[in-house]
């Protein structure tokens, strides 16, 4: 399953970006070796993060779920919920 997900942060969120930082830095790294995440950016607005932006490869929706539930800035209450996009998407072969 490709999904795009934008994911702004809450209002004042950065002390609890920092905080849980390394947990999805590590979690997010091993998702990309695996081939389960394609790309992760963090979106910067005025020199500060204000939340990220992820391309998905997993290969069903309930372990995409999975994921996405147990995503250091979602459980940190970073990423603000009420408001994300998950966008389906097609990424271009490399090839």
């Not at 779920?65 to 990423?79: A, D």
Request: proline share 2%; net charge negative; glycine share 4%.
């Amino acid at each position: 399953m490709q999904y795009l997900v934008i994911a702004y942060d809450y209002e004042n969120a950065l002390d609890k970006r920092m905080a849980a930082r390394a947990a999805h830095v590590k979690a997010t790294q091993k998702l990309m070796k695996e081939g389960k995440i394609i790309t992760a950016c963090a979106m910067i607005e005025e020199e500060k993060m204000i939340g990220s932006t992820v391309i998905t490869n997993f290969d069903t929706e309930s372990e995409f779920e999975t994921w996405l539930s147990n995503e250091p800035y979602v459980k940190g209450n970073v990423w603000n919920m009420e408001e994300i996009q998950i966008v389906d998407v097609k990424v271009m072969p490399k090839d």
